[in-house]
């Protein structure tokens, strides 16, 4: 596939950015942040699929739908931190384990050419910052708080299965986790 075949793949992928967008204002504004969020991942979870049925899905796209989820996810942390300072320290261990997954995920791709494919423990620690950033939204600083440690632990804990498979070949040039 050529570099101008990628095109619509990363457009399209590219194009859940404005959601995260979207969602920090709500969070920022102390409006609900529900529908936003469940926007978001629904696009997250339907773009890749929609790829995938045409086959159009790419190691560069699925690298782009890496760097687009965190890149959502710091900026949705940012509205909550504006919003909550107070919940500082769980938002700095998601961001951490948030750039030690991409690390792990880049050097695995350095130096084996494979792209990382999350799994469950990807997607249970994205639903549980997503509960945090959707807490963010309400007047409860302690609901926050606890929403937060209980996300930053879940984040933390399901962070170590991106060692799983590190720098070994994986069939179908894709490290799934």
């Known amino acids: 596939m ?26 920022k504004d102390r409006e609900s ?9 629904t696009a997250d979870i339907y773009d ?4 995938r049925r045409f086959n159009a899905d790419t190691p560069t796209r699925r690298v782009a739908d890496g760097v687009v989820d ?16 107070e919940v500082q320290l769980p938002l700095k261990l ?22 990382t494919k999350g799994g469950k423990c990807q997607k249970v620690s994205n639903l549980a910052i997503a509960a945090c950033i959707v807490s963010a939204a309400r007047d409860s600083e302690s609901q926050v708080r606890q929403v937060s440690w209980i996300a930053a ?10 060692l799983k498979g590190f720098g070994k070949q994986h069939d179908g040039k894709i490290r799934q986790l």
């Open 2 to 27: 050529n570099s101008f075949q990628e095109i619509p793949g990363i457009t399209l992928t590219m194009a859940r950015y404005p959601l995260a967008e979207y969602v920090a204002k709500k969070v």
């Open 33 to 41: 942040a529900t529908l936003g969020m469940l926007a978001l991942i």
């Open 153 to 162: 632990g879940v984040s933390a804990t399901t962070g170590l299965a991106s």
């Open 70 to 85: 965190q890149i959502s996810i710091f900026r949705m942390g940012y509205a909550v931190y504006r919003q909550h300072p």
């Open 94 to 115: 998601m961001a951490m384990r948030a750039l030690a997954v991409g690390a792990i995920n880049l050097a695995h791709y350095l130096k084996t050419g494979e792209v």
């Open 48 to 51: 890749g699929k929609f790829l």
